[in-house]
């Protein structure tokens, strides 16, 4: 059974920085790509950052040049680094991944990780 582990997160001044780790376990062929997303009390699911299996990243124009997305595939982990966090980065943190098992893509998602802000 496939399963994305989460960890790294907690409470944090504003200002502060924080990351978070994401690892794939299990029996697998491959990772394609991985994502960070999040959901904010009260507000909609969104995506945070994304990274392709050749490196290539996007992220959401909320996050850009504070927060870093990497991966390592010989780990099979993907990272969000965060800095000069603010309140309004306060969420439920997912990572996401779509990984081939047996010739089937299925996309997952892990347990969620707190990320807090406040001073």
């Known amino acids: 059974q496939v399963q994305l582990v989460e960890s790294g997160g907690g409470l944090v001044q504003p200002g502060g920085s924080l990351r978070l780790s994401c690892a794939a376990s299990g029996s697998f062929d491959s990772i394609g790509n991985m994502g960070w997303y999040r959901q904010a009390p009260g507000k909609q699911h969104e995506l945070v950052a994304i990274?392709?299996?050749?490196?290539?990243?996007n992220a959401a124009d909320s996050v850009k040049g504070r927060f870093t997305i990497s991966r390592d595939n010989a780990k099979n982990a993907v990272y969000l680094q965060m800095t000069s966090l603010r309140p309004e980065d306060t969420a439920v943190y997912y990572c996401n991944a779509d990984i081939l098992r047996r010739s089937r893509l299925t996309n997952y998602w892990g347990q969620g990780n707190q990320v807090t802000v406040s001073s």
């Open positions: 990274i392709t299996i050749g490196g290539s990243t």
